[in-house]
């Protein structure tokens, strides 16, 4: 396993968890899901746990699998990772907004 793999590895899976964990603490606070798939899975942190890791991991396997050109697919992990910051983002802004309105 080269270095650049366990790298792209570490972030890939370092933001899904950041998604994840932003969407318990949204979840915690009486934010919804606003993804319908998730949604479905989210009534608990464990069965939305394997929801979104089983689909990161499914993403990450066909993105190692199907693309053969090692810079390719480091783009392409990058800008996956860009994505996943904007949803973290998107989750962070929702959970203050819902606590505001709280207020």
Avoid at 58 to 79: D, E, G, K, M, V
Avoid at 83 to 88: D, F, I
């Amino acid at each position: 396993m080269t270095l650049n793999l366990i790298y792209d590895l570490i972030s890939f899976f370092g933001f899904q968890f950041n998604d994840f964990w932003s969407t318990v603490l949204g979840l915690r606070v009486g934010a919804v899901e606003q993804n319908p798939l998730a949604r479905l899975v989210s009534k608990s942190w464990i069965t939305l746990a394997l929801y979104k890791f089983s689909l990161a991991g499914l993403a990450f396997s066909l993105i190692f699998l199907t693309i053969p050109i090692n810079t390719i697919r480091t783009y392409i992990i990058i800008a996956a990772d860009e994505l996943e910051c904007l949803v973290t983002l998107n989750n962070i802004l929702a959970i203050k907004q819902h606590k505001r309105n709280k207020k």
